[in-house]
């Protein structure tokens, strides 16, 4: 059997997905590293789970020692790096958690990887490769014209951001340092099935549902290119495939919305599938709250290279992919339920203490 890739953080929404996308089309393993954190669980692989190319296991990035006996037992050919924390407004609330993941975390996977690498014999040694998955974020905020490119510089705002970028770079200097094949992939906003509901799109539907307010940061016209899911995991297999170690690749989706047209476009699906609320119209729930601090106001990516030199493009457009998501969560409610403790209640993060709605 073709040896395992290890993706990391491959319970959460991205890499979860990614996980479930690879079993369905490729036929060599996937080993899975996940800490298990508040946005992860093993109910949102249930399909998957006990599939006989899946390997899981528990455990942290930051634990090198651990991360060295995983890759010395499965001996991967690749390592896909999702693993992260994630959510702006908890990056405001509590940056260190992001700084020990994001920063500390990735420096010690790369190590981690790195010693491997270097005893790896020929040919495996050089068909090995660390792929990073990064964000737009890190390139910091957009004026109303112009987008992103993979030579933009960057400037990140958020905790969350600053965080992202520092495991960029130290991902760029394994590579130039030490001749690590490494990739780093910057997408744009992802959505899609399995996402954890303090994103705004799940968490906007399920608010909906349930007649509860559909809270607006500021004015609602900050802009973010969406991406579905799905796009976004054929994308990573394609640079995983066919990316030169050492480049950067920028994933969009080539649709750009303010956020909120993104929930009104979520109200009227809500409204269309689901006649019955008593709030019909939703677009009554919204309110206007207090803006994210230092929230960004524009995101755009240019998809260019990846399309010319590797070929892919999306394949979803926005209003077929939030449909298409606004139907996986009416169906799924008791997904919703099971991977929501108490730790989360759809409350607002990212206020500092003095501030209120």
Known sequence: MAAPILVTGGVG??????????????QTPVVNLDKLTYAANLDSLEDVLDHPLHVFVQGDIADGPRVRRIL?????????????ESHVDRSIDGPAAFVETNVVGT?????????????????????FRFLHVSTDEVYGSLGPVGRFTETSPYAPNSPYSASK?????FVRAYHHTYGLPALVTNCSNNYGPYQFPEKLIPLMVL??????????YGDGQQVRDWLYVADHCRAIQTVLAKGDPGEVYNIGGNCERANLDVVRAIC?????LCPGLSHVPCSNLISYVADRPGHDRRYAIDAGKIRRELGWEPQENFESGLERTVRWYLENRAWVERVCSGAYRRERLGLPAASSQ
Request: with cysteine.
């Open 165 to 169: 970028a520092a495991g960029d770079h």
């Open 268 to 272: 009227e699906i809500v409204d269309r």
């Open 72 to 84: 010395a037992e499965h001996r991967p050919r690749a390592i896909v790096h999702f693993a992260a």
């Open 13 to 26: 929404f991205i890499g979860g997905n990614f996980v479930r996308q690879w079993l369905a089309h490729e």
């Open 207 to 216: 608010n909906a549902l349930e007649g509860k307010p559909l809270p607006v």
């Open 107 to 127: 420096f010690r996977l790369l190590e981690a990887a790195r010693q491997f690498w270097c005893e790896l014999p020929q040919p495996e040694r050089s068909r």
